[in-house]
Structure formats: structure tokens, C-alpha cells
């Protein structure tokens, strides 16, 4: 019978940082509010133009509603695969929490028309990514944590 012990190495702690939702709640609430409320459902209008600015060769570069939109849910991805390095208690529920948003994206793109948008899509396809990239990070960080001797 062989000794099972296991070795946490010396300055590598599980963090035990606070309870932080995931981030990408932000955009999918955006995207409601604003489709609902000033764009009366119309999935088009996210085509609208925000601001043009004219650029050095001449060209005009157009901002659009759902160019900010995307603009905001890879800031908040960033900061969602930033949490997902932290292996405290809470990331497995802040993990579950990210699958549950994801889970509404994808319900809401397929049951509602408002949702019917290419920038809609993208920020669900950045939804996964979160949830895949989180589930990633953490096993790989939580194998290197812990060896077998």
C-alpha cells in the first residue's frame, strides 16, 4: 500500500478572492435594453451610426451601435478569462454562473426576433468562449497545483 500524499507548493494558494458574476451578464443586458427599448425590437437598427470620423487618407470611418456593443463584451471577455485564472471555491460557481449565460444567449438567439443579429451571435459565440476558456484555465491550473507523490 503506497502513501498518498499530496503537495501544495510553498506561495501558490487557492485565491479566496470575492464572488464576482460573470462579467458578460453586462453586454446581454445592454443588448436587451437598448433593442427593446430605442430600437423597438428591430435587429437592423444596430447598423445605425454612431459617429464618423475622418481618417488621414481621406476615408470616413464609421462607429456603429453594435461595433460599440462588440467593443464592450470583448472588454468584458477580457476580463472574464482574467477571473477565470483565480481557483478559489467561488470560480466554480462564478463557471456555472458564465454556463447559465451562455445558455440564455443561445435561448434567446433562436426564440426571439430581437436577437436575430449578427452582433447578437457574436457576443454569444463570446459567451462560449468564456465558458470554454474558463473550464480550460481552471483544470490546467488546478493539475499543476496539485501533484501526486
Avoid at 453586454?27 to 430600437?39: G, H, Q, S, T, V
Avoid at 447598423?47 to 476615408?59: A, C, E
Avoid at 447578437?120 to 474558463?134: E, H, K, Q
Wanted: glycine share 8%; with cysteine.
Amino acid at each position: 500500500m503506497s502513501d498518498s500524499t499530496v503537495f501544495i507548493p510553498p506561495g501558490r494558494r487557492a485565491s479566496r478572492g470575492a464572488f464576482i458574476p460573470p462579467l458578460l451578464i453586462i453586454p446581454l443586458i445592454a443588448y436587451n435594453f437598448f433593442a427593446f427599448l430605442f430600437m423597438g425590437g428591430n435587429p437592423a437598427a444596430w447598423s445605425q451610426q454612431l459617429l464618423t470620423i475622418p481618417m488621414v487618407s481621406g476615408v470616413q470611418w464609421s462607429l456603429t451601435a453594435g461595433d460599440l456593443m462588440l467593443v464592450i463584451g470583448l472588454i468584458c471577455l477580457f476580463f472574464e478569462v482574467l477571473k477565470s485564472t483565480n481557483t478559489g471555491r467561488s470560480s466554480v460557481v462564478e463557471h456555472m454562473l458564465s454556463v447559465v449565460v451562455f445558455v440564455i444567449f443561445l435561448v434567446e438567439f433562436l426564440l426571439v426576433g430581437a436577437a436575430a443579429s449578427s452582433v447578437f451571435f457574436i457576443l454569444m459565440m463570446m459567451s462560449i468562449v468564456d465558458v470554454v476558456a474558463g473550464f480550460t484555465v481552471s483544470i490546467t491550473g488546478a493539475g499543476r497545483d496539485v501533484s501526486m507523490n
